[in-house]
């Protein structure tokens, strides 16, 4: 575990490494990581964090099964946890999904020594990126999972739409939030249930269920926990298949040693390029792989070199 010290309101590693400056609602967040893995559970709680976040998580999965009856761990199916914290609940999923987590402080976590690599299941990708923009193609995941992060982003409605739109036809979304409450530099947002599910309905995402537990736990002044489910029934609404799009894919980078990713470019004449990592199966970059819609996790930024940072976090997460 690195050594870590709290200074003000921003943590600095005790070895200088060099992150990206981080906002005072980032810096509160990162803060909160770092007391509560190192003794602030055990403090409050009675157990150590590792422990308690162990049974907590396989106890939420249990739930969302119990919610979402046809959720099925299905192999090559893609989960993904929007604003994972360092520790998602699918590092307790079963080994044969793509387990996808996202967090904007991903490269803090690692940093940080709040991840412990050893830990880290196999087909574990990590990326930095925010709930607003996920790097990650329309229709793409067979199960999303947000757990206390919309009432925390700076867009809670621009998140609720990516969150569904990256969900394939008869995909899942849970979801946990915050609703009513006091808001404060931390917690910006205070909407109700009514207003979020009304969201989703709009992004084409049926509601399955939806309640307020009876026990609630601690929870800042007035807010209250609504857990949900929703599944996507409507077409996607932007979505075009990529085999109608065949002849703009153009391949930028086939290179062996990018940690088994091809990158390509989309020429899309509405939106303006967009650069994609390809899970790379085959050496070479397969046109009729993409058609067939074999590659199932798809990467995408606005620039190569963005697109390349987000393998070069996946490959610094001990992938095997």
Request: glycine share 10%.
């Amino acid at each position: 575990m690195v050594a870590v010290a709290l200074i003000g309101r921003a943590a600095v590693p005790a070895g200088g490494f060099v992150v990206r400056t981080l906002s005072e609602k980032e810096k509160g967040e990162l803060n909160f990581w770092i007391d509560h893995l190192h003794g602030g559970c055990e403090r409050e709680l009675g157990r150590a964090f590792l422990e308690q976040w162990s049974e907590g998580a396989r106890g939420r999965l249990a739930r969302f099964a119990r919610h979402l009856p046809d959720l099925r761990a299905t192999a090559g199916a893609v989960w993904v946890d929007v604003g994972t914290g360092p520790y998602s609940v699918l590092m307790q999923a079963p080994a044969n999904v793509t387990k996808v987590m996202i967090d904007p402080l991903i490269e803090h976590y690692f940093t940080y020594g709040l991840i412990d690599r050893p830990i880290v299941p196999p087909a574990s990708i990590f990326l930095e990126a925010t709930g607003e923009d996920l790097p990650l193609i329309d229709g793409t995941t067979d199960f999303v999972i947000c757990t206390n992060t919309l009432d925390h982003v700076d867009d809670p409605w621009a998140t609720a739409s990516e969150l569904a739109r990256v969900l394939k036809p008869g995909g899942s979304l849970a979801l946990e939030v915050d609703t009513g409450g006091i808001t404060d530099y931390m917690h910006p947002h205070a909407f109700t249930a009514a207003a979020i599910d009304e969201h989703f309905a709009g992004a084409g995402l049926e509601k399955i269920a939806g309640h307020i537990p009876e026990h609630q736990g601690q929870r800042r002044p007035g807010a209250v926990l609504y857990q949900a489910y929703y599944r996507r029934t409507a077409p996607l609404r932007t979505a075009r298949p990529m085999r109608a799009i065949r002849e703009a894919i153009h391949p930028v980078l086939v290179q062996e040693g990018l940690h088994g990713f091809n990158i390509v470019r989309l020429r899309d004449p509405e939106e303006g390029d967009w650069f994609f990592a390809l899970p790379q199966a085959d050496g070479a970059f397969i046109r009729d792989k993409v058609d067939s819609g074999a590659y199932r996790v798809l990467f995408r930024a606005r620039t190569l070199e963005l697109v390349r940072q987000q393998v070069e976090t996946y490959q610094r997460a001990g992938r095997r």
